[in-house]
């Protein structure tokens, strides 16, 4: 049994969200911007920082680790039972780290090391769901597996083993994050408005819920499969709508004085915005980059600078109350990605600018994270619980 003192029985590995929370969020700091100079033709050799790289990491480096740092953490709540913990979870994150160097290496070590990530970390939550009998979340180990294919299916083309295109199971892979998001924030938003703002009740219907999140696979499941380009866009712009629509019940101007509430809300909304440009992008009036930067920057990256700071306030037994650098790292995500969103429809300096801010906001807003919540996610709870 290891000592007290070693590395697996530290704060850091008590449980998931701690050590992958820390992780992505400095990944996301450094990897930005090391992306933009070498876009911008510095540090040439750096040759495996590519746009194929940048895409894969921000989904399976940075989106990936925040995922499972959360149902881990989420897991444990449902079930009762431990998630991995202490050695298996430093294993799980060492793996995680070995995973970013092969993809700085070598394409056929990355399909080795960086694929074998996913699998092995889904392997104990699917455990725990299935030994507590816990079958409403269930759907996740599916979502997980299917991240799991496209990311095979990503290596295959770019180990030349498959002839597609590189980016087509990366966009795919954001859109089953979109729908990871779907489910769960349609489950806790509502929630959180209801029980922090007085007097307000949220209107949710499960059943409209289902068929909000069903239209929302297909128009999705139609982009992956290349479908004819006017059912695409009908079928995005049904899903815009349907998004837009459950969003409208959930009160969301009630929460503008709470910012921990009001980044979930912000965030969520890109959802619909971005469906609404994956229209647009299927006739050709705005670019794929246009429509995939909103959800991956507006949705992706709001909806976990709003969860990881949450969940880590309230995991390490904090009260959840923000600050003014939360308000900060709220703020800009937002101007991130509309600055994003201008350098995908711009030209010329206009463009290179609007990258540089919106690169800027991206690595800013996770310094913030880490310089306060870094402390946090290193020391054992303030109130004394496990976790």
């Known amino acids: 049994m290891p000592s007290q003192n070693s590395l697996a029985n530290h704060p850091l590995f008590a449980l998931g969200f701690r050590p992958f929370y820390l992780l992505a969020a ?3 700091a450094i990897s930005v911007p090391v992306w933009l100079l070498r876009y911008f033709g510095y540090a040439p050799q750096l040759a495996h920082i ?6 894969h990491e921000m989904v399976y480096g940075f989106a990936i680790a925040i995922i499972i740092g959360f149902v881990y953490t989420a897991g444990r709540n449902w079930t009762g039972l431990w998630t991995p913990r202490g050695r298996h979870l430093a294993l799980l994150a060492l793996l995680w780290i070995a995973g970013r160097i092969a993809m700085l290496v070598s394409p056929l070590l990355a399909a080795v090391v960086d694929l074998a990530f996913l699998p092995l970390a889904t392997w104990p939550l699917y455990r725990v769901l299935k030994r507590s009998g816990n079958r409403r979340n269930m759907f996740l180990v599916g979502l997980l597996s299917l991240l799991t294919a496209a990311n095979a299916i990503y290596h295959g083309a770019a180990n030349g083993w498959l002839a597609i295109s590189s980016l087509a199971p990366l966009e795919a892979a954001i859109l089953v994050i979109v729908m990871i998001e779907s489910v769960i924030a349609g489950r806790i938003v509502p929630n959180f408005t209801a029980n922090a703002v007085l007097g307000v009740k949220p209107v949710t219907d499960p059943m409209r819920d289902k068929i909000i999140i069903a239209t929302t696979a297909v128009a999705s499941l139609a982009w992956i499969a290349q479908m004819p380009r006017i059912l695409v866009a009908s079928l995005a712009l049904a899903a815009a709508v349907s998004q837009f629509l459950r969003l ?28 609404a440009l994956l229209g647009l992008a299927a006739v050709g009036v705005v670019s794929n980059s246009a429509a995939f930067h909103v959800l991956a920057i507006g949705s992706i990256g709001g909806l976990i600078i709003g969860m990881i700071t949450r969940t880590a306030l309230g995991h390490t037994g904090r009260l959840l109350k923000n600050g003014a650098m939360e308000t900060w790292m709220y703020a800009l995500i937002q101007i991130g990605v509309i600055a994003r969103f201008a350098a995908a429809i711009e030209v010329g300096f206009l463009r290179n600018a609007a990258l540089v801010i919106a690169a800027a906001c991206w690595g800013t807003a996770f310094a913030l994270y880490l310089v306060k919540y870094t402390p946090y996610l290193m020391a054992v709870r303030i109130d004394g619980k496990e976790g």
């Open 26 to 28: 400095a990944f996301a």
């Open 50 to 55: 590519d746009l194929n790289w940048h895409v």
């Open 248 to 275: 409208s019940g959930w009160r969301s101007l009630s929460t503008l004085h709470n910012p921990l509430l009001w980044i979930l809300h912000v965030s969520y909304g890109w959802i619909p915005v971005g469906f």
